[in-house]
């Protein structure tokens, strides 16, 4: 079978031929390869082509592809089943290592996705403080629950723009979407207010100091509960994720992707109090058949014993110099293009930046916006047929997850 034989038979019974939508490839205009297995830095297609591979599950997987402890982990717990629909030992251990590491959470939930975490934080918030308002940012992705779909206009704070068809308006009648870095006005309505600490879904668009620092001040002010969403910042960049980077304490917090090493899973964390509010201790109803899986808290167990702080120096340095060797190589190539970092997370603007001011930095999803899409798919192919898999879309962060030295031997690679 080829990428082609497989993508042409895919599309007949998956529409447009993919699980989620960026992996169609649309965006760049190509066609998708189909993986039949990863190996540490590598993923390998159908084909038995090698792609250097900069997507890692965005953002799933911290260790490297198949790690063997994470794999080896997984397959002892899927010989004792693979789920049970009673608790076990491992979610409570899960839960434990979540609380002591992030900033503020002190009681977890389980869940099987980052949406099904923001959407339960949503509703939690809501339910917690009786109001029923959400401001979100626009460019910040929170996963495909009806209520944070809105992305909105950016620069002037919009109500109720659903963002996708299918979203009645009154789902996002209550979602303001606001822009990023700036702290919106708050009032008696709002409940939460929700945000990326680092936004990664516009690029990687770190904060501007100050804007965390203001939402916190602001929520305190107007009783509203502040949610980071930690879904790609979680255990990335570092332990104690965004919140522990920038000194902050959210209300509530949700994560997913590394925590469950490339599982499906979701968690979201508060205070005693807070998650008390939710079932069976409190009102909020929150339930799921698979949470709290024993292979994927097998999988995240494993995954989050890796995480030492020298892992992290480690993953930093690894992502530092890879910035720098892509920064080469894409020049070499001829492309304009600005490397933007934030500790353990790498991010692409393509294009000149505006003004010609090489420390323009894009601050917002209207500046993120302006990044060249055209020149994003042309590298995109370019790489892709040297054996280097960047996320067919030009929004998407460079995830870099292993420390193996075959991976900066790689980077010696040429447009
Ligand atoms: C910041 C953030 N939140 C939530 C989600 C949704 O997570 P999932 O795709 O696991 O539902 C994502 C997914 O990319 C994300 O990047």
């Known amino acids: 079978m080829t990428n082609a034989d497989l993508f042409e038979a895919a599309q007949r019974v998956i529409p447009g031929g993919v699980n989620s939508p960026v992996r169609a ?3 760049v205009g190509s066609a998708p390869y189909f993986v039949a297995r990863a190996e540490g830095p590598y993923v390998f297609d159908v084909e038995g082509r090698r792609y250097l591979d900069f997507v890692q599950s965005y953002g799933a997987i911290i260790l490297g592809h198949a790690h063997p402890a994470v794999t080896e982990a997984v397959a002892a717990a899927a010989a004792d089943g693979t789920s049970y629909g009673a608790p076990t030992q491992r979610e409570v251990r899960l839960a434990e290592l979540i609380a002591e590491a992030a900033p503020g959470v002190e009681q977890v939930r389980l869940v099987s996705s980052g949406t099904e975490a923001t959407m339960t934080a949503v509703r939690l918030a809501r339910g917690h403080t009786g109001r029923p308002r959400i401001v979100k940012f626009a460019g910040c992705y929170h996963g495909h629950a ?3 779909l809105a992305a909105g206009g950016s620069g002037v704070a919009t109500l109720g723009l659903s963002g996708s068809d299918g979203v009645p308006p009154n789902a996002v009648a209550d979602t303001v979407v606001a ?6 006005e ?19 668009v770190p904060p501007v100091p100050g804007f965390l620092q203001g939402l916190r001040a602001a929520c305190d002010e107007a009783g509203a509960l502040l949610i980071f969403d930690e879904v790609i910042t979680g255990f990335r960049l570092g ?6 980077r920038f000194g902050m304490t959210p209300d509530i917090a949700c994560f997913g992707k590394v925590i469950g090493g490339g599982l499906p899973i979701g968690a979201l964390g508060a205070r005693t109090e807070i998650m008390q509010t939710l079932a069976p201790t409190g009102p909020v109803y929150q339930a799921g058949t698979l949470s709290g899986n024993p292979l994927a808290t097998a999988a995240g167990l ?15 340095a690894t992502v530092t110099a890879t910035a720098a060797q892509l920064d080469t190589m894409l020049a070499e190539a001829g492309y304009e293009a600005t490397m933007i970092q934030e500790g353990t997370l790498l991010g692409l603007y393509m294009g000149q930046p ?9 601050k917002n999803y209207d500046d993120a916006r302006t990044t060249d899409e055209q020149a994003y798919a042309r590298l995109h192919a370019q790489a892709l047929a040297k054996g280097m898999a960047f996320a067919p879309g030009a929004y998407e962060a460079i995830f870099v997850s292993t420390t193996r030295k075959e991976y900066m031997e ?6």
């Open 25 to 27: 490839f649309g965006s």
């Open 302 to 316: 494993a995954v989050l014993e890796q995480l030492t702080p020298e892992f992290y120096i480690d993953l930093e």
């Open 354 to 362: 505006p003004g010609d001011d090489a420390t323009w930095r894009p």
């Open 186 to 204: 708050l009032d008696d309505q709002v409940a939460a207010v929700i945000v990326e600490p680092v936004a990664a879904n516009m690029g990687v």
């Open 410 to 415: 790689e980077l010696s690679l040429r447009l």
């Open 239 to 244: 332990r104690g994720g965004a919140a522990e």
């Open 179 to 184: 822009p990023y870095n700036e702290v919106p």
């Open 146 to 148: 009806d209520a944070l």
